[in-house]
């Protein structure tokens, strides 16, 4: 069955950055887009970009672009996300999804906290 | 952009009710359109693709209809378990969800 793990919660201080994991399992990693979404406490959800771990190609919503730096290692099966010079407004729960295509998304790991805080 | 707009933001019903969710868009998105169910904690799950096909294990109290800017999910008869909030989401040009309707039992 389809799963995805993520790494676990993150307290990082401001200006710096952090770089959240998604391994991937029963499914063939390469052939589907991996999405990563945002949702800020209480509120709704925004889509940040998605990487092809075949080719590593990639898009990003213009407003994450210089913000999330997605990459893939196939060998691991295994997506990343790094959020660079971070700010209160990143504090989020940021999840990692599986995608139809560059669509919609299927299955979605369970969300990495991330808290930005001196 | 393509904005979306959900209504109500909170729907308070009771057990066994027909529900019915809006999602609205700012401009034609055709049938490209899906919907998620987020329990509190946990993350969204898929419910509806393409505005009214099912998802593999999704009960069939769960529907979705319309297209180009008007949309609906409807839940048939409400259980206790379909406490949630539910996102509607287009995919016709970039990827943007609507601000969700927070679902709750009376």
């Known amino acids: 069955q389809v799963q995805l793990q993520q790494s676990g919660t993150e307290l990082v201080k401001p200006a710096s950055s952090v770089k959240i994991s998604c391994k991937a399992s029963?499914?063939?990693?390469?052939?589907?887009?991996m999405h990563w979404i945002r949702q800020q406490p209480g509120n709704g959800l925004e889509w940040i970009g998605w990487?092809?771990?075949?080719?590593?190609?990639?898009k990003y919503n213009q407003k994450f672009d210089g913000k999330a730096t997605l990459t893939a290692d196939k060998s691991s099966s295994t997506a990343y996300m790094q959020l660079s010079s971070l700010t209160s407004e990143d504090s989020a729960v940021y999840f990692c999804?599986?995608?139809?295509?560059?669509?919609?998304?299927?299955?979605w790991g369970p969300g990495t906290m991330v808290t930005v805080s001196s | 952009d393509i904005q979306m707009t959900q209504s109500p933001s909170l729907l308070s019903a009771s057990v066994g009710d027909r529900v019915t969710l809006n999602c609205k868009a700012s401009?034609?998105?055709?049938?490209?359109l899906a919907w998620y169910q987020q329990k509190l904690g946990e993350a969204p799950k898929l419910l509806i693709y393409n505005a009214n096909s099912l998802q593999t294990g999704i009960p069939s109290r769960f529907s979705g209809s319309g297209s180009g800017t008007d949309f609906t999910l409807t839940i048939s008869s409400l259980q206790p378990e379909d406490v949630a909030t539910y996102f509607c989401q287009q995919y016709y040009s970039g990827l943007t969800f609507g601000s969700g309707t927070k679902l709750e039992i009376k």
């Open positions: 029963g499914y063939t990693f390469t052939i589907n887009y």
């Open positions: 990487i092809y771990p075949g080719n590593g190609n990639t």
């Open positions: 999804a599986r995608g139809y295509n560059y669509w919609y998304f299927d299955f």
């Open positions: 401009q034609n998105i055709y049938k490209n």
